[in-house]
């Protein structure tokens, strides 16, 4: 018997139980002029044996005419060749008994077919069938009027799509050994379990129930709507790198256009280079043939053409071409074997995004009503072409974030350059793309600003707060042991206390690293003993503690949870202002910009020429960057200095600035995936940056940078100057005190003669 799914709540039986039922009915009937037909259909049917409760589903009916004579009141005999009908068994695809239109269709699909249904999953089918039972035995309403589509082949091997449409009224369910009797309100739980198929299994185990009889089946042809519907699934997905779903689609432009031999592609429009992109076959055949590559060349200018006036271009008959502008292309198809064709725009807002070509060998298979059917799918096809092409764009944005990381817009269209140029994504050699080797990519002679606005001392702050938790949590456990101790006079509770107390003595005097044994005594001596109290009334106290702890460490989290958040919310705010106001820098002059968290915010900013060779460049512009930096800083300050009073933790911030006035050269390193100075002599701005904000005043013990100061490194006069100049305006802008000093930095290691520039934000002049 072939069933639609193995598993199924049902075992199948066939049977004619209830269509007999109708005879005897018939035959007891003496006034009805079947009633003598009846009697003696009755005695056939008990000689044949095929009055038994269960047919034999291996015995061939098809062809019976006993079984036919017995199901022909079923079928309506003027409309027999219109209707597509038959009988099955239940639930499966077991037809065994088919009118005269439904065998012709079985004849074409040849011996060798048998039925299929795709649309249906198997854990559908069997939630099916559950709520069959749900409906039927249990009289619960329920619409289960789910569209099954079956495949079948024509006699030219087109697929054509029938809904099945069946009614069980001659079937009926049995119950077994195994039936679980389902309560109303395991209804309402299974109905609202969705397709959790370990559900409905527990429910109605496999063939737990026996459905007998048969059921009635018609066939409704929809091929154009099902074709349409599973184009329109397939097509939301990619066609250029998933060759299955290629495959998929001809089979169903054959059955839409019911042409056995018809083949198809599409042609992408590259706007830019004014012509047609890679073929994209809807065969999924990527390798070329003789057929592809002449057609690509033949097809070029008739597809202009197409693009042009917006309207198809059909040869029905490339033999007898009457159509002056087609002629050239008419006649060449025909040495290609091509009969007939179409050539359809596909445009999206009026913009043009590609041709769609289908063509047949068979004269006249592709004609004007053709070309109706294929404007319904063509903004389908339009959807997914233009898809297709944001993808290929995407490819590009996927390659350089995979090559290159995330890349800043100033310097974007160097790395799209890059890229486009290695993969031709709308070229012949977009398929032969995967072993291309991209280089490190220079922006010489760019003028390099670094800044920062650090947390100060948040190492520091952060173990403040590990053992500010820590004395707080020894000082509740000592709590709760004494009240424990009362109920509990033993040993142990009273030498945890001791412990306990001792710790937090000694606690001033631990270091961090000395803390681990203090955590370990916590989370493996302490908590076993709480978790294993019994008594009721110290429970509520012992469940606030524990809710007091990190799931995670097992210790009180609260000082360290502000700090962090506190660090987080600086960070944020600081980063916010700061991307907000590059944005706005941008325009004056592109630069590549990066920052980056961590306590605190550092930036680097990049201008030169190569980074925008479409714009003049000039001192101006440094001088403009460097000005917006110093202004941005204040700003950061000023920020910082208004929220920090709202803050869980009050932290001061100092702020940054390394001017380094020689031009240099930065490299995008392919193997770190980020930029960085490039050659031995630039190297030094790099050594500086990583050590300055931990140097002193020379001759002091007084770091360069402080709280409520914004300290100016650098090296040039001439950068004093400018600076000292920058400064002045922002003092009468009143960003800044009139406070300002010059001071020199200590001799690092390999770096001397560094000075330092140190202003003061006027946070008054901004308090609100």
């Known amino acids: 018997m072939r069933k639609i799914y193995d598993e199924s709540p049902f075992c199948i039986e066939m049977s004619l139980t209830k269509m007999l039922a109708y005879w005897e009915k018939l035959a007891s009937d003496a006034e009805n002029y079947k009633s003598s037909y009846a009697q003696t259909l009755l005695r056939d049917v008990e000689a044949a044996g095929l009055a038994e409760s269960v047919l034999d589903p291996s015995k061939d009916y098809l062809n019976n005419e006993l079984v036919g004579a017995v199901l022909n009141e079923l079928f309506t005999q003027p409309l027999a060749h219109l209707e597509i009908k038959a009988i099955a068994a239940p639930f499966t695809t077991h037809f065994f008994y088919v009118n005269k239109a439904f065998s012709t269709i079985l004849e074409e699909a040849g011996t060798d077919y048998k039925p299929t249904i795709d649309n249906i999953s198997a854990e559908n089918f069997y939630i099916l069938a559950c709520c069959y039972i749900l409906k039927t035995l249990y009289k619960y309403d329920l619409k289960i009027d789910f569209p099954i589509i079956m495949n079948i082949p024509d006699a030219k091997g087109v697929i054509q799509y029938y809904k099945l449409n069946y009614h069980l009224d001659f079937a009926e369910i049995k119950t077994t050994n195994r039936t679980r009797k389902i309560k109303p309100e395991e209804i309402k739980f299974l109905l ?104 690509e060349q033949v097809v070029h200018d008739c597809m202009l053409q197409v693009l042009s006036n917006n309207r198809p271009l059909i040869i029905s008959d490339t033999s007898n071409c009457s159509q002056k502008e087609a002629m050239g292309l008419a006649k060449q198809l025909v040495a290609e074997g091509i009969a007939s064709c179409i050539l359809a725009p596909a445009i999206r807002q009026q913009k043009p995004i590609g041709v769609v070509l289908f063509y047949s060998a068979q004269r006249g298979a592709i004609h004007a009503v053709i070309e109706e059917k294929l404007q319904l799918v063509i903004p389908i096809l339009t959807d997914s072409i233009e898809r297709l092409v944001l993808e290929m764009e995407n490819e590009i944005e996927a390659v350089i974030q995979r090559e290159y990381t995330s890349i800043h817009p100033s310097v974007y269209w160097k790395f799209r350059e890059e890229v486009i140029k290695k993969i031709d994504p709308f070229g012949i050699n977009h398929l032969n793309r995967e072993n291309k080797v991209f280089e490190d990519i220079v922006f010489k002679d760019v003028y390099a600003l670094y800044g920062q606005t650090d947390i100060k001392d948040s190492s520091l702050k952060k173990n403040e707060a590990i053992l500010q938790d820590l004395k707080a949590q020894l000082k509740y456990l000592q709590s709760l042991f004494s009240l424990l101790e009362e109920a509990y006079p033993v040993p142990v509770i009273q030498q945890t206390l001791f412990t306990l107390k001792n710790f937090e003595t000694e606690l001033e005097a631990f270091f961090q690293n000395e803390l681990e044994h203090v955590h370990y005594f916590i989370v493996q001596e302490i908590h076993p003993i709480l978790s294993s109290l019994c008594e009721q009334k110290y429970q509520d106290a012992i469940n606030t503690y524990f809710g ?115 031009p240099l050269s930065i490299r995008f390193r392919i193997d770190e995936k980020q930029f960085d100075v490039d050659g031995t002599y630039n190297a030094r701005y790099e050594m500086v940056k990583k050590r300055i904000d931990k140097a002193h005043v020379k001759g002091t013990s007084e770091r360069i940078t402080a709280p409520h100061t914004i300290a100016i490194v650098y090296q040039r006069e001439r950068d004093r100057q400018d600076y000292i100049r920058y400064a002045k305006y922002l003092q009468h802008k009143g960003y800044l005190t009139p406070d300002l000093e010059v001071l020199e930095v200590e001799d690092l290691q390999g770096i001397s003669g560094l000075k330092v520039i140190r202003v003061k934000p006027n946070y008054e002049r901004f308090e609100n």
């Open 192 to 295: 609202d379990s969705g397709p959790d198929m370990e559900i409905w299994k527990r429910f109605f185990p496999v063939e737990s129930y026996v459905l007998r009889g048969f059921m009635v089946v018609s066939l409704q042809e929809v091929t154009s709507e099902t074709a349409i519907s599973k184009l329109k699934s397939i097509l939301v997905r990619s066609l250029d790198s998933d060759l299955d779903v290629q495959q998929q689609i001809l089979p169903l432009f054959r059955s839409l256009f019911n042409i056995c031999d018809l083949n198809g592609s599409f042609y992408l429009f590259d706007h830019a280079q004014k012509q047609f992109g890679t073929l994209r076959r809807f065969d999924g055949i990527t390798q070329s043939t003789s057929l592809e590559i002449h057609l």
């Open 548 to 662: 007091l702890t990190d799931k995670n460490t097992g210790l009180f989290f609260k000082a360290r949870r502000d700090m962090d958040d506190t660090i987080m919310m600086i960070n944020n705010s600081l980063t916010s202002l700061l991307d907000a106001r590059n944005l706005k820098a941008q325009k004056m002059f592109p630069h590549y910009y990066e920052r980056f968290k961590t306590d605190g915010v550092e930036h680097n900013l990049y201008i030169g020429a190569s980074i925008a060779p479409d714009r003049k460049f000039g001192k101006f512009y440094i001088d403009n960057l460097r000005l917006f930096q110093l202004e941005t800083i204040c700003e950061m300050e000023f920020l910082h200095h208004k929220q920090n009073r709202q803050l869980p933790c009050q932290l001061e911030v100092s702020s940054l600035i390394f001017v380094y006035g020689a």
